[in-house]
T-cell receptor, first 111, second 113 residues
Framework: DSGVTQTPKHLITATGQRVTLRCSPR?????VYWYQQSLDQGLQFLIQ???????AKGNILERFSAQQFPDLHSELNLSSLELGDSALYFC??????????FGPGTRLTVL | GQQLNQSPQSMFIQEGEDVSMNCTSS?????WLWYKQDPGEGPVLLIA?????ELTSNGRLTAQFGITRKDSFLNISASIPSDVGIYFC?????????????FGQGTTLQVKP
């Protein structure tokens, strides 16, 4: 158990819909990262937050957004969903080191 | 952009055998991380390397930070069935001072009992 929690575990929705994925980092970790894992693209960095502020952005679509709240939990919002958005979404957290600890992931299926 | 190339892509070995896999890059990395992922689960950090030439062990796993800083190696000794999974190398993007990680495409390991 990495100490990072993610909800929900599974999400099935339809094209055009909007969903919110939730992540709670390890106790004391200020950085939260979101990654997308699909079969053909591997693990791709989406976005990083540090203590409530956006720190780095990867190839995150404009339809996707994230935020980190004062209690350090983070949410990833995916809107106008397309079939190609079906993937595993992981949250990771870290303290001041570069070692990131991953949550169990949310499997999103868009039908 | 930067890429990490892992080889081999997959391995099918007999229980008890030793395993070697590597990760290479065209760019210099200052940190190498090795993760293992079981199906449907999140990646689990196995070993972190911070210094060129560093050799670090975690049980039956040993990883090395290449002298050129453009490669890293992971060895598993006396493999067992629970070693099955996908092994990823990763490192912080050299062009960024954030914690953004770049991942290799993974080496899939299967162990025959």
């Amino acid at each position: 158990d990495s100490g990072v929690t993610q909800t929900p575990k599974h999400l099935i929705t339809a094209t055009g819909q909007r969903v919110t994925l939730r992540c709670s980092p390890r106790s004391g970790d200020l950085s939260v990262y979101w990654y997308q894992q699909s079969l053909d693209q591997g693990l791709q960095f989406l976005i990083q937050y540090y203590n409530g502020e956006e720190r780095a952005k990867g190839n995150i679509l404009e339809r996707f957004s994230a935020q980190q709240f004062p209690d350090l939990h983070s949410e990833l919002n995916l809107s106008s969903l397309e079939l190609g958005d079906s993937a595993l979404y992981f949250c990771a957290s870290s303290d001041r080191t570069l070692e990131q600890f991953f949550g169990p992931g949310t499997r999103l299926t868009v039908l | 952009g930067q890429q990490l190339n892992q080889s081999p892509q997959s391995m099918f070995i007999q229980e008890g055998e030793d395993v070697s896999m590597n990760c290479t890059s065209s760019s210099i990395f200052n940190t190498w991380l090795w993760y293992k992922q079981d199906p449907g689960e999140g990646p689990v950090l196995l070993i972190a390397l911070y210094k060129a030439g560093e050799l670090t062990s975690n049980g039956r796993l040993t990883a090395q930070f290449g002298i050129t800083r453009k490669d890293s190696f992971l060895n598993i000794s006396a493999s067992i069935p629970s070693d099955v999974g996908i092994y990823f190398c990763a490192g912080p993007s050299p062009s960024s001072n954030t914690g953004k990680l770049i991942f290799g495409q993974g080496t899939t390991l299967q162990v025959k009992p």
